[in-house]
């Protein structure tokens, strides 16, 4: 069992955790991630680490509530344990040599941007951040980003925090006005994603994206995973919980990701509502 150590809840929809669990503190890196269990019968899903206290044998993970195994593990308090929690799985990021880069981080991706963006900003890289969302209620980690950055742009769609528009429009802008950067990452959905990567190819600048395709695993095994990629004219299949999640946003096919995310949307939904009759006829006697 894995304790939770701190909970914090970020906006209606978006908690914070820290939990105990030395050995992954110890060793994991920014971009990689775990699966966890809520508890021994739960489903496994993949979280991005986002953070580690290595002196404490913390890991901080930040999830927002979109189906039942989130919602289960919202309802968990700080004390409470959760049954599994496994990693460092995948690549950590490629970070060295970078001097300016510009990190782009959508809604929760924001969690997975931030310690890229503070590992940067540790190892002297200049970094402009550009951090969008729906609206302010929903704004998360500001004052974290404005640490780890030399220039931040905040977003809403609806304008009622920051600019009103999405994190293309600043992104452009600085591109037009001449801003070159080393690489630019972006993390948060996949059509935001699809669409930083079609902004920064004229300019052509190194664009990495960060992937979260359904995943059971998290070794490769199950291929729930896969991605295709198109690499020198090929279509190159590739599987995120060992190859990625970082890729070369250029070589992605993001409408395939995009349709293949939606595939258990119905299910997801449903499993709010759903209501257990395997023990609806049985005496209480016979259980």
Not at 31 to 51: C, H, K, W
Not at 63 to 92: N, W, Y
Request: aromatic fraction near 6%; hydrophobic fraction near 40%; glycine fraction near 10%.
């Amino acid at each position: 069992m894995y304790k939770i150590i701190t909970k914090k809840v970020l906006n209606p929809t978006v908690t914070q955790m820290e939990i105990e669990a030395p050995l992954i503190a110890q060793k994991a890196r920014p971009g990689q991630f775990i699966i966890l269990r809520v508890d021994s019968d739960g489903e496994r899903i993949p979280l991005t680490v986002a953070g580690t206290d290595p002196e404490n044998g913390t890991v901080k993970i930040i999830f927002q509530i979109v189906g039942a195994t989130t919602e289960a593990l919202g309802h968990k308090e700080a004390g409470d344990s959760i049954a599994d929690f496994v990693g460092p799985l995948g690549v950590a990021s490629k970070l060295d040599g970078l001097k300016k880069v510009c990190i782009v981080g959508g809604g929760v991706g924001c969690a997975i941007a931030l310690p890229i963006a503070e590992a940067l900003h540790k190892m002297g890289a200049d970094v402009t951040s550009v951090i969008g969302f729906r609206n302010k209620d929903l704004v998360i980690l500001e004052e974290e980003f404005k640490a780890a950055s030399n220039a931040m742009y905040m977003m809403t769609d609806d304008g009622s925090y920051g600019r009103q528009g999405n994190v293309t429009l600043p992104l452009k802008e600085l591109l037009d006005a001449g801003e070159t950067f080393d690489e630019i990452i972006t993390i948060g959905p996949l059509i935001m994603m699809k669409y930083v990567v079609l902004t920064a190819k004229p300019y052509h600048i190194p664009c990495t994206v960060s992937m979260n395709p359904i995943m059971i695993d998290g070794t490769g095994m199950c291929g729930g995973c896969r991605l295709t990629l198109l690499q020198d004219g090929k279509h190159v299949m590739k599987f995120a919980c060992v190859d990625g999640p970082d890729f070369n946003g250029y070589e992605v096919d993001f409408d395939e990701a995009m349709r293949r995310g939606k595939m258990y949307a119905d299910f997801e939904k449903a499993a709010h509502a759903h209501i257990c009759h395997l023990y609806q006829n049985v005496k209480t006697e016979d259980v």
